[in-house]
């Protein structure tokens, strides 16, 4: 079974250009979360679905952060347009609806913003 | 912020037991006490978890006190691949799945 996939590994953008960062989860898993880390600062919470509809985006840091699921099935994350500060590495995750469900972290994309 | 307070750093020799702390002094009757490692350039990834009972699996073992105020995370044979970061994670019992909250965790250094 495959884990969670995200795509690209790495991006290196030049402040003000817009990114889009892809996330799959593990096949039949309802709920899908991301999370950052930026350089020296835990991991942080951004939002978080169920199926296609935000539970709790209450982590997003400002309007520049788009996130979406459409069909409930992969998710993007959008930065438009980017800055300096939105350097780090952004995390997706995902689990079953069960309760207490584990959940499963993909490997991350590395963003660089010069 | 996270509700559980680790060392910053260990050391552990290969093939030894690792033990590594967590307190959480304020963790609530209806909170797990969970255990992540993020391996260098990877994600983080599920160790263990518990209520109040001890807890063991293929990965580790997980020792909460009594008072549940504070546990202990095991691997019993530490070897090069367990270096990492270890994170100690207070969360609410059948919470609908809300997020993890992340603290600083502690390093953890596997010696040859």
């Known amino acids: 079974e495959a884990g969670v996939t995200q795509f690209p590994s790495h991006s290196v953008i030049e402040k003000g250009q817009t990114v889009t960062l892809r996330c799959d989860p593990i096949s039949g898993h309802d709920n899908l979360y991301w999370y950052r880390r930026v350089m020296g600062k835990e991991i942080k919470f951004?939002?978080?679905?169920v199926k296609e509809s935000k539970q709790d985006e209450s982590g997003m840091p400002n309007n520049r952060f788009l996130?979406?699921?459409?069909?409930?099935?992969?998710?993007?994350?959008?930065?438009q347009p980017a800055e300096l500060e939105d350097s780090g590495v952004y995390f997706c995750a995902?689990?079953?609806?069960?309760?207490?469900?584990?959940?499963?972290?993909?490997?991350?994309?590395?963003?660089?913003?010069? | 912020d996270a509700k559980t307070t680790q060392p910053p750093s260990m050391d552990c020799a290969e093939g030894r037991a690792a033990n590594l702390p967590c307190n959480h002094s304020t963790i609530s009757g209806n909170e797990?006490?969970?255990?992540?490692?993020?391996?260098?350039?990877q994600g983080p990834q599920y160790i263990i978890h518990g209520l109040k009972?001890?807890?063991?699996?293929?990965?580790?073992?997980?020792?909460?006190t009594e008072d549940r105020k504070s546990s202990t995370l095991i691997l019993?044979?530490?070897?090069?691949?367990?270096?990492?970061?270890?994170?100690?994670?207070v969360r609410v019992r059948n919470s609908g799945n809300t997020p993890l909250v992340f603290g600083k965790g502690t390093r953890l250094s596997v010696i040859a």
Request: aromatic share 14%.
């Open chain 1, 46 to 49: 951004l939002l978080h679905f």
């Open chain 1, 67 to 79: 996130a979406e699921r459409t069909g409930g099935t992969y998710s993007t994350l959008k930065v």
């Open chain 1, 94 to 114: 995902s689990s079953p609806l069960d309760r207490d469900a584990i959940q499963y972290f993909g490997a991350g994309t590395r963003l660089s913003v010069l």
């Open chain 2, 32 to 41: 797990y006490v969970y255990w992540y490692r993020q391996i260098h350039s």
């Open chain 2, 53 to 64: 009972n001890n807890e063991t699996n293929e990965m580790a073992s997980l020792i909460i």
């Open chain 2, 76 to 89: 019993p044979h530490a070897t090069l691949r367990d270096t990492a970061v270890y994170y100690c994670i």
